[in-house]
Every structure is written in C-alpha cells, then in structure tokens.
C-alpha cells in the first residue's frame, strides 16, 4: 500500500472510531467498510457495530481473527486486548462465567507480561468486579470495584475512573444504599462528561434515574 493511501485509510479509520465514540454507529459502520484490509483496528471496529446491532456470532468470529493474528504474531499485547474484547463479547450475551473466565485468562498475561500497568490492571479488575456482580457474587463484587477505582485513580483516564464508580454505584444499589449509590453515580457521571463519552453519560442518567426511583419506592 504506497503511503498516500495508508494515510487515507488511517484518516478514514479515525473517523470511524469517532462515529463510533459519538454512537453513530450506522457511519462508523460505513466509514470502516470501505476499508480494504483488514488490522486490529478494524477488526476490534467492526466487532463493537456488530454488538451494537446484537449480532454476537459476528461481533465474537471478528475478535477470533484478532486473537488468532495476536497469537500468530506472539503478540502479547494484542493477545490480552483480544481477550478482553472477547469476554465482553459474551458478558453483552450475558455468558457472565465465560466471561469471566477469558477476563482471567487475560489478567495472567497482564500480570506475567506487564506487571507495572496500573491501566492494564484496573481495567481488567472492573470486568472481573463487575462479572462478579452479574453472577450474584455482591460481597466479592464490591471488594473488587473498589480495588479497580484505588487502581484506576492512580491513572489519568476518566473512562476508567468512570467505569469504577458506575460498576460501584451498581452494587450500591443492589444492596439498597441508596445514598452512596447516588454518590458513587454522580462521580461517574462527572468523569464521563470530563472524558466527552456521551454513550457513557447516556447510559448513566439511566442508571441514575433506576436509583432515583428505587429511593422513591423505599
């Protein structure tokens, strides 16, 4: 590909994962198809628009291909991206212990290969906090998303600082704490518009509303 066309194709994918970050998911879909090879970029691309239009079976084949060029290229970051993604694959299709399972299975690369991550570490700690709330498992949930936010406030990304509180504010509200429930969700909601993630912001006021009016119901 003479370099003309790679910058075409880098300026087009950009454009495609910010459609995408901005939930205009049918142009991002658009944008990424009239890309003519395929990486890991588009692959990963192309797995979250199949998510967004619930087409598991497609969304899971394109992460394979991820992993299995990763694991052909012995590349161990790729690799625990791939696995990452793949999980939340089957946590969307709620296949909660599956998920579970890939999200450890990612969590020993992440602490044999890059065991000064914090990043790589909070963030593979939430799915594993989180997974644990959707398997019912609160007590072990709570201990592990607050271990994720400790993790996650040593970095700079408020998508992660986010995730953690609105993963906590979760468990807060399962377990009827409607107050810190509300605390955990506002925080999140800060860092979410700090971030400019306005799917993230979207799904939180959602949340928020399920908290007002469990406090109203009590």
Same mark, same amino acid.
């Given at each position: 590909?003479?370099?003309?066309? =790679?910058?075409?194709?880098? +300026?087009?994918?950009q454009k495609?994962w910010?459609a995408?970050?901005d939930?205009q998911?049918?142009?991002?879909?658009?944008?990424?198809?009239q #890309?003519?090879?395929?990486?890991?970029?588009t692959?990963n691309?192309?797995?979250? @628009?199949?998510l967004?239009?619930? %087409?598991?079976?497609?969304?899971?084949?394109?992460?394979?291909?991820?992993?299995?060029?990763?694991?052909?290229?012995?590349?161990?970051?790729?690799?625990?991206i791939?696995?990452?993604?793949l999980?939340?694959? +089957?946590?969307?299709? =709620?296949h909660?212990?599956k998920?579970?399972d890939? #999200?450890?299975? =990612?969590?020993t @690369?992440?602490?044999?290969?890059?065991? %000064?991550?914090?990043?790589?570490?909070?963030?593979?700690?939430?799915?594993?906090?989180?997974?644990?709330?959707?398997?019912?498992? #609160?007590?072990?949930?709570?201990e592990?998303?607050?271990?994720?936010?400790?993790?996650?406030?040593?970095?700079?990304?408020?998508?992660?600082?986010?995730?953690?509180?609105?993963?906590?504010?979760?468990?807060?509200?399962?377990?009827?704490?409607?107050?810190?429930?509300?605390?955990?969700?506002?925080?999140?909601?800060?860092?979410? +518009?700090?971030?400019?993630?306005?799917?993230?912001v979207?799904?939180?006021?959602?949340?928020?509303?399920q #908290?007002?009016?469990q406090?109203?119901?009590?």
């Open positions: 590909m003479n370099t003309r066309k =790679e910058n075409m194709t880098e +300026e087009q994918l495609a910010q995408l970050f939930g998911y049918q142009l991002a879909k658009q944008l990424v198809s #890309i003519d090879q395929d990486n890991y970029s692959l691309l192309k797995a979250y @628009i199949a967004e239009e619930k %087409d598991f079976a497609l969304a899971r084949q394109f992460l394979k291909d991820y992993y299995a060029q990763a694991v052909s290229e012995k590349n161990l970051e790729e690799q625990h791939g696995l990452h993604q999980a939340m694959v +089957e946590r969307e299709e =709620e909660f212990q998920a579970y890939l #999200i450890m299975t =990612e969590a @690369i992440i602490t044999e290969h890059f065991p %000064d991550d914090v990043l790589k570490k909070s963030v593979n700690l939430y799915e594993q906090g989180y997974l644990q709330f959707k398997l019912e498992n #609160i007590h072990l949930a709570e592990l998303l607050q271990e994720t936010l400790n993790l996650a406030l040593q970095t700079d990304d408020f998508v992660n600082h986010a995730c953690a509180y609105r993963g906590l504010a979760e468990v807060m509200l399962a377990k009827g704490d409607i107050k810190m429930a509300k605390s955990d969700a506002q925080k999140a909601l800060v860092c979410f +518009e700090k971030a400019g993630d306005t799917v993230g979207a799904g939180l006021k959602n949340l928020m509303a #908290i007002n009016s406090g109203r119901s009590l």
